[in-house]
């Protein structure tokens, strides 16, 4: 598969989510400001990165899109929420995101973050409502779901994080907050979709494994941008975590050592592809596509 | 039932319940100061009225209350999460709350809001691991409570009811308010209790009905507590609505016009009981229960 192929690919099934994430919202009886809100940041853009893990796992398997839509949906809304709260004043403190003003900066804090508990909340609704899965796999994948957002996972890390502020920590420190802060919810649509198609053991095992290194791989990506991004590109300030005294992997690893460290990752990441036949896949070229991003 | 069996049988269902709510919180693997958090504000007493309605139902219906244990469970976690984002400075700002410092004024906004967001998310995972229930009623009760809980329920009124702040309120316009806002969380507990008992349609129908009136005759008791109200007593400042120029039904109806109208609600809570044979039950010392408590 050619980069041109794989942008294509992502592009198309960006589109094809994205109207369905919007008709989706623009359905439920709620006050316009709640819904404004709500879809100002759902819709913001970003790379979908989430959902495309998920779609590109499913067909990879032998599934098909329409299958992971709603838990494509549920991930999204999950992953914005995250984002308006870790932007309140309370938290990060944040008034640009993606080159647009935050969510709270728009429509207050109060609406903020009820904005952000609606798509929590509706995340689980999109799931249990899905007219396409069995009540056996959504049990299921609501439960992991819930793990990797929650106060195991996410939430967690989130924490985790906040304490680790005022400290230094060590290169296990500071993975053993990512895997939990950034990890779980991108390894969940590889293993939700690993489910869905009703993958091997096998399979199950290095699709987890490939998820954990580019989870990991991910974040190392966006420690280093925070240093040589372009602000345009991001849509962000370049250096904030510097000047936050953030822990990163660049400030513990020195950016060629974080660039090595993210290599190592994909490398590994597609190792796993290999053992499972999926070395060509479109999910080696997304490991790839991290290794190479400039936003 | 005499009230002190009413009493009795609320103690000893509230025990019971904190018991096991407390067991699961310590199982979590997160970190000291999340979970101290969410126990700070789960544990810190109420009258567990959603549980308790659930578990009066269920056991009215012939069924046990173990059947909804993680339902109730579930219900409290969203209750105190919805507390914990309510007292933020973003939102009514309250520094007490049940007699004690709100969560945000001991462990910080960031820590409040994530407690928040952790609660609301370990609930639907209580929920998807219930080792009793089938999983075609876990995926109905996950929907259900998502419904109440999200954008279409109490999120939604907790956005109407920011919104009002600065309008004055007709009733119908109140009652619509509180009907999401307070009611929906209200009318779930019992509802899911119906549908683990396997109630009849009739059952369901009058069952729902009592719920939507004992909602609105809690909002109505909480507006009568807040200008009559011992402020050690409700844990609480007394006159705080008056303060805040807050729509309330004493606003809007008279002290002695919303007495009269909780009265009318309690009427016609015991008049659906009636229709299904139920006017002596726990359910009905409940509703009456609410028509004098003093806190």
């Not at 008034?95 to 647009?100: H, K, N, P, V």
């Not at 009703?198 to 699709?207: R, V």
């Not at 953030?246 to 597609?270: C, F, H, P, W």
Request: net charge negative.
């Amino acid at each position: 598969m050619t980069d041109q192929t794989l942008n294509d690919y992502m592009q198309t099934r960006k589109e094809w989510f994205e109207k369905r994430l919007d008709t989706f919202l623009r359905k439920l009886p709620i006050t316009e400001k709640l819904r404004e809100s709500m879809l100002y940041s759902l819709m913001a853009g970003g790379k979908r990165i989430r959902p495309i893990l998920l779609f590109a796992t499913l067909e990879e398997l032998g599934g098909k899109p329409d299958q992971g839509l709603s838990v494509a949906i549920a991930i999204e809304m999950i992953h914005t929420y995250s984002l308006i709260h870790d932007d309140l004043p309370a938290m990060d403190d944040d008034e640009l995101r993606r080159g647009r003003a935050t969510n709270h900066i728009v429509y207050g804090e109060g609406t903020a973050v009820l904005a952000g508990d609606g798509l929590l909340t509706a995340a689980f609704q999109v799931l249990a409502e899905d007219p396409l899965l069995s009540e056996t796999l959504k049990v299921q994948l609501i439960a992991m779901l819930a793990s990797a957002a929650g106060p195991e996972g996410m939430v967690g890390g989130q924490e985790d994080d906040l304490e680790a502020e005022e400290k230094v920590l060590n290169l296990d420190q500071l993975i053993s907050v990512h895997r939990r802060k950034t990890g779980r919810l991108i390894k969940f649509p590889i293993e939700a979709a690993a489910r869905i198609a009703g993958a091997s053991e096998a399979e199950q095992m290095q699709l987890s494994a490939y998820a954990d290194n580019i989870g990991l791989a991910f974040q190392i990506g966006d420690d280093i941008l925070d240093i040589t991004g372009n602000q345009n590109e991001l849509g962000k300030p370049i250096g904030s975590d510097l000047d936050n005294h953030k822990n990163t992997y660049v400030s513990l690893l020195t950016l060629d050592g974080a660039r090595e460290e993210l290599a190592k990752q994909i490398d590994r990441a597609i190792g796993c592809l290999n053992e499972i036949g999926l070395g060509q896949s479109v999910l080696a070229q997304l490991a790839n596509y991290l290794l190479h991003r400039t936003h």
